[in-house]
């Protein structure tokens, strides 16, 4: 009990209300003491205020923009912006200066290598979603930076990330990659498609029109506009209007938004409906590379068959001829006429085919993966679900040809050769050395 007083003995000494305490006069080494805890709390006061005028100082004054001057977070700071401009700075002053979204995908990787080798500016933006194995992701954002294009880490629905990216660099164009892509992934998580093809296509668009100058936009829809569609080959004036999955639907209403955009607001748009595109750092999801996987690993395959056994086929396009469409598409792209978000004219709307019209049957397509893999596949030979795929695809591209002068290059086999090499290569442990 004694002990108990003693240790609680000190706290007798402070009042029951603080503040009407009042001290007996303080000896001069108490005074001292004082004077140092007042100029250590004086220092901090001053280095609060000091700390604050620096951070709302910092350009965009906004809490997280003033995280971000810190470069704190994944966007912002002065070592960023430079990054971003020396990412954008062109070669040459005929060169362009272009924003690649979705530049770590498979399309947005070799699209941005082409631009950046022939002297363009190319700054990327993706935001790496876990849609597929993000590793793949990273490695084509190493290729790139060994190449001169930093990739901005972000969404297209962030929309001060955009306006801060044009505030900048004054881009002449835009090439829009990103998306939720995939067909049958859209029964899993239907509000990512939503999210990135049609509220970040808005709030990409809405940026850019405010944007002064104005870019030329040129952007990725889909052949799966086509949807149930069966005049063949497909052409630019048939119809769209029966989309048979989510994905088709939010590519068509993507180009109905172009449209509308286009309209009012005087931006110069080109949407390219890509036909099943595959090559080097392709991408998982599809049938082509996950065929590979599991050929190689001796796992069945499932190939689906249309009704009364009727064949699936696809016009399969290669990686390289797709990059000569991309490019052809933002070289032919004239200006937007508008400015500062007010349309001063009409500007140019165009949609263009971009396949290989050679269409290939899946079983064809197996057979050329055993003959390079030199395995024998285990066939699996189902009827085809109603999860959104369609029966075949099929490409006029004489549009494409005539005014873009595209013509595509390269058979499957040759393609898939080059695939195959590319998979072996980047799976067999060495991911580190490129595989280009
Ligand atoms: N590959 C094909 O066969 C094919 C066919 C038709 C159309 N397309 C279209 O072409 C474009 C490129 O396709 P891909 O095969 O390279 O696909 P991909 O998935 O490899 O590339 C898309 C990239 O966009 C990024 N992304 C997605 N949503 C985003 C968002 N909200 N903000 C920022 N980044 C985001 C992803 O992380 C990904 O890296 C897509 O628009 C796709 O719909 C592709």
Known sequence: MSQLKTAVSHLDDLPSTPGKFKPDKPTPYVQRMRFHSKLTLWSCFVAFILLFFFLTSSPGSTPSSSRRALGSDTWGGREWERRVSRSSRKRSDGGLTVLVTGAAGFVGTHVSIALKRRGDGVLGLDNFNHYYDTNLKRARQKLLERAGVFI???????????????????????????????????????????????????????????????PSIVWASSSSVYGLNSKVPFSEKDRTDQPASLYAATKKAGEEIAHTYNHIYGLSITGLRF?????????????????????????????????????????????????????????????????????????????????????????????????LLKVKAKRQVLPMPRNGDV????????????????????????????????????YSGEKKKSAW
Not at 392 to 411: K, M, Q, V
Request: proline content about 5%; some cysteine.
């Open 152 to 214: 901005v880490e972000g969404d297209i629905n962030d929309a001060s990330l955009l306006q801060k990216l044009f505030d900048v660099v004054a881009f002449t164009h835009v090439m829009h990659l990103a998306a939720q892509a995939g067909v049958r992934y859209a029964m899993q998580n239907p509000g990512s498609y939503v999210h990135s093809n049609i509220a970040g296509f808005v709030n990409l668009l809405e940026v850019c029109k405010s944007a002064n100058p104005q």
């Open 275 to 371: 036909f099943t595109v595959y090559g080097p750092w392709g991408r998982p999801d599809m049938a082509y590379f996950f065929f590979t996987k599991d050929i190689l690993k001796g796992k069945p395959i499932t190939i689906f068959e249309a009704p009364d056994h009727g064949t699936v086929a696809r016009d399969f396009t290669y990686i390289d001829d797709i990059v000569k469409g991309c490019l052809a598409a933002l070289d032919t792209a004239k200006k937007s006429t508008g400015s500062g978000g007010k349309k001063k004219g009409p500007a140019q709307l165009r949609i263009f085919n971009l396949g290989n019209t050679a269409p290939l049957p899946v079983t064809e397509l197996v057979s050329i993966l055993e003959k």
């Open 391 to 426: 029966k075949f695809t099929h490409a006029n591209i004489s549009s494409a040809h005539t005014e873009l002068g595209y013509r595509p290059t390269t058979d499957l086999e040759t393609g898939l050769k080059k695939f195959v090499r590319w998979y072996l290569h980047y």
